[in-house]
């Protein structure tokens, strides 16, 4: 499945979310991921961030799509990382 991740944390925890992420997606924007998992894969990283966050405060979203070819992407400014560049 193609995901497109989205996170906001506190500060302190904010290395955390971002190295666990780019374990599993490509980094897009300061808090913003994208790119394919499997069915574990998205299991794994749904479980580390949930062990890594405190959801009384942060918040993670995963859009789910059924491929990246449906997603239209208009974007302004400097690029983190190319989407099809290797982690």
Do not use: K
């Not at 997606?25 to 949930?50: C, D, I, K, P, Y």
């Not at 890594?52 to 059924?66: A, C, H, N, P, T």
């Amino acid at each position: 499945m193609f995901v497109v991740l989205v996170y906001d944390t506190a500060v302190e925890r904010n290395p955390a979310a971002l190295r666990t992420c780019r374990q599993y997606l490509h980094w897009v924007q300061r808090s913003v991921f994208e790119g394919e998992l499997s069915a574990a894969q998205h299991r794994n990283l749904m479980t580390a961030l949930r062990q890594q966050l405190d959801l009384s405060y942060d918040s993670v979203r995963m859009y789910r799509i059924g491929s990246p070819h449906l997603v239209q992407v208009e974007a302004l400014g400097t690029e983190l990382s190319h989407p099809d560049s290797i982690l």
